[in-house]
């Protein structure tokens, strides 16, 4: 398939589609001043015409037609020209359509009335879009997923067809499982990947100073405001914006996420005026967001906006044939390439046996604590200081209801506490100590007693 750019067909071509005719015109000249050629439909039927007689390199189609909607154009276009890139012009505020568009395999979305700003953005980020997925499947960069499981694979497929887009992410998993990673190869596969990816902790902000750090400020805005700042939206302007455990957010500060997204537009604190901002956002939280919204922590207008694709990480104890591979890599990586020791035979049947309720990134703890207390050149299973996951006689240890022996399910009941605690603030231990309520010896104490130091 001939890349966007290429020049066998002459000049890259575009389909628009609306009724309304000073509406076709303005993008019609837009297009042109950036070299594309242009094509006009003024209903479903025409535009469907038109893509069953020649291939298209974009097309933009409004929401409302004489005949339909632009959903319709939509769908169309992803059962029969799927290497189009289409964006969908939706009125004002119109955040049900604009997530319908994109659930059905819109790339990106324009409110009316139409800024060319972000007309002429969508477009160069449109066009680029098959260059983006390598059809290798290869990463593109040393960071991959690893491991055959059907899990894994699944997970592997999903992340090449949403890099194509510029819909939102949603990342759910456990803490642990690879959601910052998922991001980031959605990112470095996408059209964005020579812009910025800004990793943002929503629960590790102060409350007050959220606006300020995700929108920027302005000199004078408040006291110690002495020159302008950007946020995050500035620094991830063209790129990826990638929001992790995004349900710690407080209300009053969704209500203004909500507003950037739909608009494209920040203001900085101490600003007259808003300025456009292009990014995409991937959001990730270990918590069950849905769940947050039945509660009421959480805004559901936000949850849809954020929730177009969704991106399940699977937990390790849910893909133990990965592990032996998974566990090779961690251990090649931590020894430096050179001299890795070996996993003998009873240390990889512990691995395999073992539950992870940190999932990852605690196989690469357990690891690295493995590396450093070995004796040799092999590293063994009491090498390894691991939690017996069962008990004999007794029920599974990683069954939540399971409270026998007492002493092994108040251990596991503090792990898992010390870890969510740890994850919430990127493993900074003072701040953990402080969220938990006990000083920092004593949680010092806690993980050296747990084998989580």
């Known amino acids: 398939m001939r890349k966007r750019g290429d020049s066998d067909r002459g000049r890259l071509t575009a389909l628009v589609v609306d009724d309304e005719s000073d509406i076709l015109e303005l993008l019609e000249l837009t297009l042109l001043r950036m070299g594309l050629e242009v094509a006009r439909a003024g209903s479903v039927g025409e535009a469907v015409a038109a893509l069953q007689q020649q291939e298209f390199d974009l097309c933009l189609t409004d929401m409302r037609l004489p005949d339909g909607l632009g959903l319709d154009v939509v769908r169309h276009i992803a059962a029969h020209c799927p290497n189009t890139p289409v964006a969908v ?21 324009l409110a009316k009335p139409v800024s060319l700003d972000q007309l002429r953005a969508l477009v160069k980020s ?15 960069s040393s960071r991959q997923l690893l491991g055959d499981s059907p899990a894994m694979q699944q997970v592997r497929e999903l992340i090449e067809k949403v890099a194509r887009s510029q819909a939102p992410v949603y990342v759910s998993g456990e803490s642990g499982s ?52 950007e946020g995050f939206f500035q620094s991830a302007n063209g790129g990826t914006l990638f929001l992790d455990e995004v349900a710690d957010l407080p209300l009053t500060m969704q209500v203004k996420l909500l507003r950037a997204i739909q608009e494209k537009k920040v203001r900085k604190v101490g600003s007259p005026q808003e300025e456009p901002v292009d990014v995409r956002i991937i959001s990730a939280t270990h918590k069950d967001l849905a769940q947050c919204v039945e509660a009421g922590t959480f805004r559901q207008d936000l949850y849809y906006r954020l929730n177009v694709i969704d991106l399940h990480m699977p937990a390790l104890r849910e893909m133990r044939e990965d592990i032996p591979v998974i566990a090779g890599a961690v251990l090649e990586r931590l020894a430096g390439g050179t001299d890795v020791p070996v996993l003998m035979a009873d240390a990889m049947k512990a691995l395999q046996q073992y539950d992870y309720p940190g999932n990852v990134r605690e196989l690469e703890n357990i690891l690295e604590r493995a590396l450093a207390l070995a004796s040799g050149h092999e590293i063994h299973a009491e090498d390894l ?55 920092f010896r004593s949680l010092r104490y806690r993980l050296v007693r747990l084998n989580m130091e």
Do not use: W
């Open 126 to 140: 449109a066009l680029n879009v098959e260059e983006a997925a390598p059809a290798s499947g290869v990463a593109a």
């Open 385 to 439: 200081y691991l939690t017996p996951a069962a008990d004999e006689g007794g029920c599974d240890s990683a069954d939540p209801g399971c409270k026998s022996p007492l002493p092994d399910y108040l251990d596991r009941v503090e792990r898992e506490a010390l870890q969510e605690a740890l994850e919430k603030t990127r493993y900074n231990k003072t701040a953990a100590a402080k969220l938990l309520g006990i000083t």
């Open 89 to 109: 012009i939706t009125a004002h505020g119109s955040t049900e359509n604009a997530v319908a568009a994109l659930k059905a395999g819109a790339f990106d979305y």
């Open 178 to 229: 690879g959601k910052e990673l998922a991001a980031r190869l959605i990112h470095e596969k996408s059209p964005r990947r020579d812009k910025p990816f800004v990793p943002v902790n929503c629960g590790a902000i102060p409350e007050n100073l959220m606006e300020s750090e995700f929108f920027g400020y302005r000199k004078g805005a408040f006291t110690g405001a002495d020159q302008d700042r």
